[in-house]
């Protein structure tokens, strides 16, 4: 294995879900749904396979019918007008997309500042690309994990290429603010620098949380490459349909680096996720609102099992601080290591997403896009806990 990739080791999705097998306990560690998405759309994907479209390669940027309608998408939902022949790349699944973005931007010895904890894949991506990252740390206060934004300030440098965000963010369920934005959108362009943002939670936002695209800011729309996943959106994490928007100089470059990861993928599927962008709002709403209860009765619970809980405004995970458990030492990555035998769940430890391991030590993120059932089984296991 080489140098740029030695440090990585095995995903830790990988490990969890192993462990959750072998130990039989209940999976909240891995971000999948343990539901598939709606059933017109599955037909959807059946039809294409059937009809033989996309059983050969598909076209490099992907289907017309899906860049259509990930282009409506955009227009419909936050007034972005996208071409579906210059500014859309559909990739496979989100994880291509931001390699890809990264593989095409950065040259070696670039900085590439990134919110911390990061989605473990960012790392791996952007040491392939022979860039550096630069962390900057959301920190707990005021019952959320903020971002410090004379921190991120002081990140930039002459070096610096890109900001990699995502909001909603894994894995702290924080959503980024119009103030927040605005002020990364404004050093952007002050600095100049590109920004690749993943929104793949782009609709899993409660309460009072708004998503809002980058992208929309002054300034933003031609210095952005933004990221979205049939994945997340539907529930499909294994069909890895994922796609770019970006002005056409940036998806062209985007372009040039996925036409040799995949080239293509998902054929049929790409097909099934163009007729699933176009479910009525009543489809995105119900899955909100279902998530949203699921947020609650996982939050709920593990508050009653003695764990501190960021109750997340946006995507479908949650983090706990364990430290007023007593347990492990306070220590996440033993906690998790131990809590399938202990209690017959599986969690993923964050600081497996920090530069600054300590800063992570204590907390724990658990998955809720599960049935309620298992939801309630789990928080019953946990409380045996105390
Ligand atoms: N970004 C984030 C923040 C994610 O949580 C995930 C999925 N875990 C991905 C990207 C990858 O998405 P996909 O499955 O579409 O590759
Ligand atoms: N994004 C998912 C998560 O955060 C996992 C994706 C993966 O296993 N690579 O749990």
Redesign the pocket.
Known sequence: LNRRLAEFGTTIFAEMSALAVSTGAINLGQ?FPDTDGPEAVREAAVRALRDGRGNQYPPGPGVPELRTAIAEHQLARYALSYDPDREVLVTA???EA?AASLLALVEPGDEVIALEPY?DSYAASIALAGGTRVPVTLRPGDGRFRLDLDELHDAVTDRTRLILL?TPH?PTGTVLTRAELTEIARLAVERDLLVVT?E?YEHLVFDDAEHIPLATFPGMRERTVSIG?A??TFSF?GW?V?WVTASPELVSAVRSAKQFLTYVASGPFQYAVAEALALPGSYFDDFRADMRAKRDLLSEGLTAAGFDVYRPAGTYFVTTDITPLGLADGDGFAFCRALPERAGVVAIPNAVFYDHRDAGAPFVRFAFCKKTAVLEEAVTRLKSLA
């Open positions: 971000g699944g989100a994880t931001i989605y995502n894994n993943d793949v996943s994945g997340k994490t890895k994922g």
